[in-house]
């Protein structure tokens, strides 16, 4: 791992200039009386051109990617973004004003139908509005739209399931669409019990949010069983399709019992993401929830593609304009490149990695759960002498990023690995020979792994002060 540079200021020298501006062909009589002016300025450091560029490309160094490792994130999706993807989003071919008229935007409009056209096929839902722009976002949609078609039935039920594996995204997402959140505790599997949820069923109930395959790898196998309680007791089904990625060209959650469900574009179709976006959660609803999705709406009438606002039903605009268009572009390029054909080898692959890891890894970690996994795997942290944060630490001195840590939150010092279907053998394997010399490490000199990161700019950090206080400039005077 690379060290931190010096400082740019410490290499400045006076006159060791970089540029050169030229005469000023402007008066030299400032326009600015002398005490709005900024003095602190006066500070810049003076460098040659050589040294500037070496200050930027070793900070640039310092960056960890997926165009540099593999980022085992679990529920994170990290696969690699093809480049393909980036060229056709900054193509000027699609770069349009968002109020240019419809006529000449033909294109941008096809993209969007043909993508959603796309989710339909993978999904079996009826429509997906393409509008919310993360995850989150998604769930929060899919939510108010339960609610606006629970009222319209004359039905103001107050209640959202979920299930204590759920990522902490959707109880927060139905809090805010006005819901009260009841856990519902998995079983010694790691999945819901239908016998268990019924025990929650009320009038009071207006849906259940699930994640499928869960947060923990698993496979949520009564998803029919609970699809069927729930619309018996008059309540929805919502997926989180985070996990998607395990059943793309495999299983249609439509078939299932889903009524509505999100998808992470940025996650499942290839996005660069972290460090707050930009993504996209489309939402795809059931036939009868169709009415009311967001607006507005592309649709196509004779062979042109025109945008529909005012949809009576539709619980309105969730954002601005068309959601964030450019990661839309990088979904659809990512399914035509692989194709009808080749999707379903995108889940068959995550998931013979995923459990390739899990094979290898099991001897020497604590799994849980016994359960097949699909594309991600969860240890924990259970028989070891260090905590899980020593081994992510310690993954950074061997310049790998670590796993998701400590979630879900059923399992102890959680070790959450996603490999993705992009890693080679190759990859996964010098991954597992670092996780076998750090866990023996923490047999043999387990102080050593509680000093990790030693390797990096930066040691351990007090995280909440490092998230809540950033530090995100220098100046001269200020300690780092
Ligand atoms: C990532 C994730 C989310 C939230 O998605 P964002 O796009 O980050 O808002 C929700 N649920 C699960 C299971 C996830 O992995």
Known sequence: MNKLPPLIFEKSRDGKIGHGLGASQVPAEPALDA????TEIADFPQVSEVEIVRHYMA?????????AGIYPLGSCTMKYNPKINEKLAAAEEFQAHPYAPHDLVQGNLELMARLEQWLVALTGLAGFTLAPAAGAHGEFTG????????????DARRVVLIPDSAHGTNPSSAHFA???IREVPSNADG?????????????QVAALMMTNPNTLGIFEKNITAIASALHANGSLLYMDGANLNALLGI???????????????????????????PGSGPVGVASHLLPFLPVPRVVKSGDKYRVIYDNPQSIGRIKNFYGQFLVLIRALAYLSSLGRENIRRVAEDAVLNANYLRKRLQPLLDLPYAADTLHEVVFSDKNLPVKTLDIAKRLLDYGVHPFTIYFPLIVHGAMMIEPTETESKETLDEFIAIMEKILQEARE???QLLQAPQQTPVRRLDETLAARKPVLRWRKGENL
């Not at 005490?35 to 900024?38: H, I, Q, S, V």
């Not at 999100?262 to 707050?276: A, D, E, Y």
């Open 191 to 203: 999945i819901i019990d239908v016998n268990v949820l019924q025990s929650f069923l009320d009038g």
């Open 178 to 180: 006005g819901y009260e």
């Open 59 to 67: 900070l640039a160094r310092l960056n960890y990617s997926l165009d």
């Open 251 to 277: 299983v249609r959650p439509g078939d299932l019992g889903v009524d509505v469900m999100h998808i992470n574009l940025h996650k499942t179709f290839s996005t660069p993401h972290g460090g707050g976006g």
């Open 143 to 154: 939510m108010l739209i339960i609610r606006k078609f629970l009222q319209e039935q004359g």
């Open 445 to 447: 000199h387990p102080e």
């Open 35 to 38: 005490d709005l002016r900024r």
